[in-house]
T-cell receptor, first 113, second 109 residues
Framework: KAGVTQTPRYLIKTRGQQVTLSCSPI?????VSWYQQTPGQGLQFLFE???????NKGNFPGRFSGRQFSNSRSEMNVSTLELGDSALYLC????????????FGPGTRLTVL | KNEVEQSPQNLTAQEGEFITINCSYS?????LHWLQQHPGGGIVSLFM???GKKKHGRLIATINIQEKHSSLHITASHPRDSAVYIC???????????FGTGTLLAVQP
């Protein structure tokens, strides 16, 4: 079974631009969660999608948004990029609604200049 | 105070040593996850446990629900165990995880 894939793996943007990151979960998994990892804040929860519905959202500004498609693939978008958005963005997929092992993708490293 | 605390933050061990990483949490959980992150970013799930003890190879994870404490043990440590180990609390209602700050482990040959 293929693992969780994320594209692109690396991205360089400038302040004010917007970016879209993609995550393809393991086949059969319907839940996708997104996390941001920075040296200062560590790993923080962004949002979670299940069956195309956002079920939970972390404490991030409205510039951060996401969606999930009918094939469970998910995208997250960050608008009006700031220097502080530079981070590793990880997605994780799991089978069910809650209480499941999560399988992480390799991450997208975003650098904002 | 963070909802999930780990100790130590950094750990250096000699090959073959027995290693313990601790995790304390203040939130209600349905499960506690132990994750491993190697340089470059990839995260691997090691354990998900809600009670007692689990063992996989040289790795052992224990949890005490009453004391809100979990430990990850590595027996006969090896340089390839060098990584960041992260514990994460799973509240159970959704798949949202609350992470500890991680323990950077370096095992020297």
């Amino acid at each position: 079974k293929a693992g969780v894939t994320q594209t692109p793996r690396y991205l360089i943007k400038t302040r004010g631009q917007q970016v879209t990151l993609s995550c393809s979960p393991i086949s059969g998994h319907r839940s996708v969660s997104w996390y941001q990892q920075t040296p200062g804040q560590g790993l923080q929860f962004l949002f979670e999608y299940f069956s195309e519905t956002q079920r939970n959202k972390g404490n991030f500004p409205g510039r951060f948004s996401g969606r999930q498609f009918s094939n469970s693939r998910s995208e997250m978008n960050v608008s009006t990029l700031e220097l502080g958005d530079s981070a590793l963005y990880l997605c994780a997929s799991s089978f069910g609604l809650a209480g499941n092992e999560q399988f992480f993708g390799p991450g997208t490293r975003l650098t904002v200049l | 105070k963070n909802e999930v605390e780990q100790s130590p933050q950094n750990l250096t061990a000699q090959e073959g040593e027995f290693i313990t990483i601790n995790c304390s949490y203040s939130v209600g959980i349905s499960a506690l996850h132990w994750l491993q992150q190697h340089p470059g970013g990839g995260i691997v799930s090691l354990f998900m446990l809600s009670s007692g003890k689990k063992k996989h190879g040289r790795l052992i994870a224990t949890i005490n629900i009453q004391e809100k404490h979990s430990s990850l043990h590595i027996t006969a440590s090896h340089p390839r165990d060098s990584a960041v180990y992260i514990c994460a609390a799973d509240g159970g209602a959704t798949n949202k995880l609350i992470f500890g700050t991680g323990t950077l482990l370096a095992v020297q040959p």
